[in-house]
């Protein structure tokens, strides 16, 4: 119980930082880091399915209500949640499948994998939904992998900074 | 029947995923047709007072450069109404204007939307337009009592009617969610004269905004792949990402003029 409090806070905690500091950045005109994908992408690792994919889709549809995006970042959440485990078996392996793997004692290598993988699948999907124009995926592709490199940046930051709290 | 129970129970995790996903692509395709839902936008309660807050901090840093502004908006104003004889001006006003404050902006979307920090009480309507001392920023899209959205002109679904400052060949205004400095005009006759550096307002064809409210200028041109129009790059006089002060114009003939056309 203490600990769905503490998520839902920090999960407000983050749609607030996203919504009215991160998106005020936009580095050369156009490019925001969308930070607030953190709390998918280091959910705890044995969870209920149902709840996981239902909690991502109304986490994305908040950010949406700030940004007027419709329902472009709930989509790719979902997308995110429902698809995570994949990775995870890919990139973990066995260690993935016996559940001992813990986020807090992975190496900074296979960290930083994960974190990528997911975070240009969460980007690629978000950005071609947000354009969806077959004709403009040079434009997709540019924002999708600009944007990354921004986000994963402040992810493997922020990982450094509860690190050493 | 129990089998498809069973299929159900097995792939439920699967279902609520597709359920999900499909839903909101359909709020997207209904969001591109001008009828979302009335929630997911940030015209509501909440989300209007976190940005008003919000912008009233950011404000505080930028009183300099917007006071600058409204003199020389002033100033220009004055100058107008001197030169005007007052037997131009007509009996009857067409168009009201009122002002108001962004509380949110966006540029760095393909569908930017702007938030204004006034609404239904203070007499904005769906479809009025908003402009700045520059030029067009959009139209209202939206609006809940104290809040209301604005399609901006760096909207990948906005459609507006220009035209060349100089003459009256008109066009079809749009964006192509490149380089937010830039708008495109296409359907432009051939025959039109025009050269670099050219301003485009807008036409007098839309029941939104009245006739040669600045827009941009001619950065470049060519001919479309039809060979009978032209296609212009427009560079917006409005620095989109700083903008704050705008002005609500309000057609008060527009009911008329629809009841003409039907």
Redesign the interface.
Known sequence: MNNIIKNIISAIAFI?IQ??IL?NI?FL????PLLYIYIIVYFPIINN??IF??FS?LY??SI?????????H??AC??L??FRPIFLKLIFGMTYIHQVVKFKDIDLKQNLFYISSLTLFHHFILFF?????SS?LI?VFEKAIFTSIFTILLIVLLNLFLKNK | MQQIIYFFLRNKNFLLFLSLFLLSIFINFRSNSYTSSKIINSSNVVVGYLYNNLTSIKNYFNLIEENKKLIEENQFLRLRTINTKSDTISNSINYNITNGNIIKNSYNLTKNYITLDIGRNQGVEVDFGVISSNGVIGIVDKISSNYSRVISILNTNINLNAKLKTSNHFGTLSWNGENPLYVQLKDLPKQAVLKIGDTITTGGNSLIFPKGILIGSIKSYKLDNSQNYLELEVKLFNDMSNINHVYIIENTKINEIRNLDE
């Open positions: 607030l919504c009215l998106n936009n005109n156009s490019i925001n399915r149902i994919i239902l889709f994305g549809l949406d209500i700030f940004t007027d995006s419709a329902a472009v709930a989509a979902v997308s949640a429902y939904i947000e354009v969806f124009d403009k434009l």
